[in-house]
């Protein structure tokens, strides 16, 4: 176990209170100052719709405030990580991804007002398997809908998993983890987690196993890569506090990545402070 000495924790908290968003310096004082956990859904609440969705900039990215599933997906790893599945939030989340579902089993993306508002490139384009990582959480959490997860499932079979499993390639195996069933199912989850390894190693500079990517993958690699990946996020911290990120041009997602890293190396009991 490592162990944060004062200054540094000090250090850490300048640099997210300083380039963070409200969210974030909710979910550090939570986790690091015994905060309330309702704070951090006050301001979680502050990116949800009437219509019971996530935008307005929750996936920085992406600043148009109608709901999406990025939004949806983002919102739920959230509460995941705050180990809530029981709030008002989750079922009103459930209600818009069953409703934004198209027949064809998936979200159509980008939102109409896409482009009334600053975004990055890649949201232009279509987010089709974002629904795998959505459905996966509301399995975790205990929603129960025959018909959406069906609808999902029919999805998941007409999808063509790439051979070579990509860092932003996780939806699939959120989706095989907690709603995976058949044999052939189980086999493909085997199949990424064997190249969970590759993965981490060819995307160092991303932290994945210590960020909300493929965290869920915590607990089905060995022992000696998380030790790896967890000295490879504390390689990455700078002394500004902040950690070492592969986007320059993307500065607002230093704090989100340094928290995340933070949060979950926590969560996993690998350090204290």
């Known amino acids: 176990m490592r162990t944060f000495d004062e200054n540094q924790i000090k250090k850490i908290k300048e640099f997210i209170f300083k380039n ?8 550090f004082s939570y ?51 705050l180990e809530i599945s029981n ?10 991804v069953v409703n934004s579902q ?6 159509d993306h980008p939102p109409e007002n896409l482009e009334d508002y600053p975004y990055q490139p890649w949201w232009k384009n279509s987010d089709h398997i974002r629904i795998f990582a959505a459905a996966a959480f509301l399995k975790k959490f205990g929603f129960e809908d025959k018909n959406f997860f069906s609808i999902v499932r029919t999805f ?17 195996f959120m989706y095989l983890k907690y ?17 969970i390894p590759s993965i981490l190693k060819k995307n160092k500079e991303h932290y994945p196993l210590f960020g909300r990517h493929w965290y869920h993958a915590l607990y089905n690699v060995d022992k000696e890569v998380v030790e790896n990946e967890a000295d490879n996020f504390f390689n ?3 002394d500004d506090g902040g950690l070492k990120i592969i986007y320059q041009d993307l500065p607002w997602w230093r704090p989100i990545w340094t928290l995340d890293g933070l949060i979950l190396l926590k969560k996993s009991g690998m350090i204290e402070s």
């Open 20 to 27: 963070g968003r409200l969210l974030e310096r909710k979910l």
């Open 31 to 81: 986790f690091f100052e015994n905060d309330k956990k309702e704070n951090v859904i006050k301001a979680l609440v502050a990116y949800q719709n009437s219509d019971g969705g996530f935008g307005n900039g929750i996936e920085p990215d992406l600043l148009c405030p109608a709901s999406t599933a990025i939004g949806a997906e983002t919102a739920l790893y959230i509460l995941d990580i």
């Open 87 to 96: 709030n008002d939030i989750v079922p009103n989340i459930a209600k818009w």
């Open 102 to 107: 198209n027949s064809e089993g998936y979200i």
């Open 156 to 172: 998941y079979a007409k999808t063509q998993i790439p051979e070579e499993i990509q860092i932003y390639d996780y939806p699939y």
């Open 179 to 195: 709603l995976g069933e058949n044999k052939e199912e189980k086999k493909m989850l085997q199949h990424i987690i064997d190249q």
């Open 236 to 238: 990455g911290l700078k």
